[in-house]
């Protein structure tokens, strides 16, 4: 019956084809929010106020809510104002990760106070992506052994902490005491570098591994390596598709590195002091 | 990674993201000249962890790779809406109706 069916059909298709086949006019697509267009040619930095400002062209740089957009770090603001420089004929903001954590941490959208953030980043110990572990697959256990055990050991003996992973669903047990080691060394933050180490925690999904790469233990690749440990693993079974697995190691890394960046930038103060001519 | 390399490549991720690909008074680039020729000496700088300013540039570095990659992979693959006619008979070897044998 299916293939009589199918025979009219196709009969009904030729038929009409001669003459009235129905060619559609317009093409469908997607839309999407329009994307600014580029209307500046030239940024640049400035000095006002003891902090740096960005100006695209005669017009100074603001963030999202209206507010002057005014950092500490020159670096930063060269960046930043690079950044806005590198767009071609759109102000593409969702690929703009630098200038996204500072326009944050400016803005604070959320009302965050320091003690919100450091309760947010103390909530992902127990949930820290190196800590959970699986011994059913032997090649995958050693390779989390050999990958993982030694940052949790270098985390252990900065922080003085004792986490232990987890073979199993059930979380790890975080003691308070540990709790109260880690928070108080969030605490000594201020709250625009927390901002950072939010973005960087947010992508890593793993505070052992953030506070890694900002204390310069492991480099930027290597912490988004760790952190999608796992899918690597699996990818070389399965098979790596560009536009999923390669993508999103991309968009880790420049996210990644835009925390970092801005965690040091803002923490750094360097000064020259010169020597004294007698 | 040493500190030539970096400074190699970052000058070359920052051509390549500049719209017209000169970087001759790019103030990014100024800068980090600058700071590369302020650490010939020594890149660790006193009282801070060992090679910093060339962790720093590793990381900057990193962040225009990778940007400049994702760009590249997003032009590549993401959709642009629905093909024509033509697209698809082209796709899988026909001819429309109006096409010249």
């Given at each position: 019956?299916?293939?009589r ?11 009409g ?24 040619k030239?940024?640049s ?13 005669h ?5 999202p809510?209206?507010a ?5 770090s020159?670096?930063?603001a ?5 950044e806005f ?5 759109h ?5 703009m ?11 604070n959208p ?7 953030m450091?309760n ?5 110990i ?7 572990q699986?011994?059913?697959e032997?090649d995958?256990?050693?390779l ?9 050991a270098w ?20 003691t308070?005491?540990?709790?109260m080691k ?18 960087a925690v ?25 952190a999608?440990?796992?899918e690597?693993y ?9 536009w999923?697995h390669d993508?999103s ?30 | 990674?040493?500190?030539t390399?970096v400074?190699r490549?970052?000058?070359?991720e920052?051509r390549?993201?500049?719209p ?18 302020k ?6 700088q006193?009282c801070?962890a060992?090679?910093?300013a060339v ?21 590549e693959y993401?959709g642009?809406g629905?093909?024509?006619v033509?697209e ?7 001819k ?6």
């Amino acid at each position: 019956m299916f293939a009589r069916l199918a025979t009219t059909a196709i009969a009904t298709l030729r038929s009409g084809s001669s003459s009235k086949w129905p060619v559609p006019t317009t093409i469908v697509s997607r839309q999407y929010a329009a994307q600014p267009k580029r209307f500046y040619k030239k940024t640049s930095v400035l000095y006002a106020d003891g902090g740096y400002e960005v100006t695209l062209d005669h017009r100074k740089l603001k963030t999202p809510k209206g507010a002057i957009f005014s950092v500490k770090s020159e670096p930063l603001a060269i960046a930043v104002a690079t950044e806005f420089d590198n767009q071609r004929e759109h102000i593409e903001r969702s690929r703009m990760h630098l200038s996204a954590i500072c326009f944050t941490a400016i803005d604070n959208p959320n009302n965050f106070t320091k003690i919100d953030m450091v309760n947010y980043l103390l909530n992902y110990i127990a949930t820290d992506t190196v800590l959970f572990q699986y011994d059913n697959e032997k090649d995958l256990q050693e390779l989390q052994q050999n990958e993982w055990d030694p940052v949790i050991a270098w985390f252990n003996q900065r922080y003085e902490t004792n986490l232990k992973k987890t073979m199993n669903i059930t979380p790890p047990k975080v003691t308070d005491e540990d709790k109260m080691k880690i928070a108080k060394h969030f605490q000594s933050h201020s709250l625009e570098t927390l901002h950072g180490f939010i973005f960087a925690v947010d992508t890593l999904k793993s505070i052992v591994l953030a506070c890694a790469v900002i204390d310069q233990q492991i480099t930027v690749e290597k912490a988004v390596a760790l952190a999608r440990l796992e899918e690597e693993y699996q990818v070389k079974f399965w098979g790596r598709v560009e536009w999923s697995h390669d993508l999103s190691q991309q968009e880790l890394q420049a996210r990644l590195a835009a925390a970092v960046l801005y965690v040091h930038m803002n923490c750094s103060e360097s000064f020259v002091k010169e020597k004294l001519l007698v | 990674m040493s500190a030539t390399t970096v400074l190699r490549s970052l000058l070359h991720e920052l051509r390549q993201a500049a719209p017209n690909g000169c970087i001759k008074d790019s103030l990014a680039a100024r800068y980090i000249l600058a700071q590369f020729k302020k650490f010939k000496t020594t890149d660790q700088q006193l009282c801070k962890a060992r090679n910093e300013a060339v962790f720093l540039g590793q990381t900057y570095l990193t962040y225009l790779t990778s940007t400049r990659n994702y760009n590249e992979l997003h032009k590549e693959y993401h959709g642009r809406g629905e093909r024509s006619v033509k697209e698809t008979a082209d796709l899988v070897g026909f001819k429309l109706p109006t096409d010249p044998k």
